[in-house]
Each structure stands twice: as C-alpha cells, then as structure tokens.
C-alpha cells in the first residue's frame, strides 16, 4: 500500500475513534443521569427506551473502537492490510471504504453468507 494512502487512513481512523471517545463520555455522562424515578409511567417508559438505546450505542461504539484500535496497532507493525483468515492483501478501496476490517472481500462475503 502506498505510503499516502496509509497516512490518510491512519488520520481517519484516530479522528474517528476520539469521536467516538467523546460519543461513549457523552452517553456514559447521560446515563449517569438517567431519571429512573420520573412519577409518570410514560415518561418512565420513555427514559428506559432511551436508556437501552444508549446502551446499544455504547456497546457498538465500544466494539468499534476495539476494532480501530486494533487496525491502528498493525499498522505500527506494518501489517496493516492483511487478511486475518486468508492472509491476501485487502484492497485498497477496500480499506478507503473501512479503514477498519480485517477481511478481505471474499472472506468477508463467504461469513456473511454462511
Ligand atoms: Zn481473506
């Protein structure tokens, strides 16, 4: 891969993941927050919906960071680009797409499909 590309990549994914840091610290904050004790059951129900939903979100983002920071990681080894199964070089567009998988297409398209 071109040193460029890498670069461009490299950026993206550490812009993305302090978003998504500062996503996690704005929910995390929220349902700290969280009003369990509203007297209207409405209310109640909206704030619990809400609650779970903020959970989902954190849990995505958490595993998104996880993910980014592991594309990140084989980047300083150098083997960045690489197929976790098949060990064939992911391509490029692929990687502009989602700086952060570890498949290749067709790994990818055979567990999606399986
Ligand atoms: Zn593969």
Known sequence: METIAMEQLKGALTSELQNLQLENRW??????KQDRQAPDIMDRATAESSEHLARLKYARNQQKMN????AL??????AYGL???????IGQNRLLALPDT???????STLDHS
């Not at 993910?67 to 592991?70: A, F, V, W």
């Not at 197929?83 to 070089?89: A, K, M, R, T, V």
């Open 83 to 89: 197929c976790q199964l098949c060990g064939e070089s």
């Open 102 to 108: 570890e498949l290749c297409i067709d790994c990818q």
């Open 73 to 78: 990681e084989t980047m300083s080894h150098g």
């Open 67 to 70: 993910s980014i920071q592991r």
């Open 27 to 32: 929910l995390e904050s929220r349902l700290a």
